[in-house]
């Protein structure tokens, strides 16, 4: 037991030298957003879909619901298709609007799985052999803040629905209700957010995180 001991906070003083893998998994996240960018023919984006596809399956290490990861997809294409019908008033419009969204989703489908999937000291381990200490922690802070954030705001949104608010689809559809969409859902979600950021900072500060420029990081799922 003891001579198990020094070894095991030798790894730990130097931030782990084992990440699961996530190093591997990042370098694919990157290649598949990036080639997002270049799909533009129907073609290569089917190609494209069915190669996230098992990427999502491997990055998960088996099924993943994606539900919420659709719901955005689905308003995201709905604003998307709303300016580009605004712009081209054609069908031929409508089609580019949806190829644009497309490959929107696909560039950030990857990433926001990922960020779902991945240990955040995993995280820290490995942007650490690349950047600062600092510039990782914020960098993979940011990565699994966003994923929080939209859990929160779905526990507005729920909320604010019980309470009677006229935010429902079947409401908004009626520009006058966009007042209760703002003062209901993006003030509070913008509080909430602001919350967040001042406790994580606060959690940061109390563990000392200015402290010493080499971070240490606890391994874990």
């Not at 198990?4 to 996240?29: E, S």
């Not at 580009?84 to 696909?106: D, E, I, P, Y």
């Not at 926001?112 to 802070?141: E, N, Y």
């Amino acid at each position: 037991m003891g001579s198990r001991m020094p070894a095991a906070q030798g790894r730990l003083a130097q931030g782990g030298t084992r990440d699961d893998g996530i190093g591997r998994r990042m370098i694919v996240v990157m290649v598949l957003s990036c080639l997002a960018f270049l799909a533009r023919r129907v073609e290569l984006l089917l190609l494209l879909t069915g190669i996230n596809a098992v990427a999502i399956f491997w990055l998960h290490r088996g099924p993943l619901s994606l539900r919420r990861e659709m719901r955005t997809f689905a308003w995201q294409t709905a604003i998307i298709l709303g300016l580009h019908l605004f712009r081209f008033r054609t069908m031929a419009g409508l089609w580019l609007g949806f190829k644009v969204s497309w490959q929107l989703f696909l560039a950030l489908l990857p990433g926001m799985v990922f960020a779902r999937t991945a240990s955040q000291s995993g995280i820290v381990r490995v942007l650490t052999r690349v950047m600062p200490g600092r510039a990782a922690f914020v960098l993979s802070t940011c990565m699994r803040f966003i994923p929080r954030l939209l859990g929160e705001i779905k526990n507005i949104y729920e909320g604010q629905v019980l309470r009677g608010a006229r935010i429902l689809p079947r409401d908004l559809v009626r520009p006058w209700h966009w007042a209760d969409l703002l003062h209901c859902v993006v003030v509070p979600a913008v509080v909430q957010g602001m919350a967040l950021a001042g406790h994580i900072a606060l959690a940061a500060r109390a563990r000392g995180f200015e402290r010493f420029p080499r971070r240490t990081c606890w391994p874990g799922e």
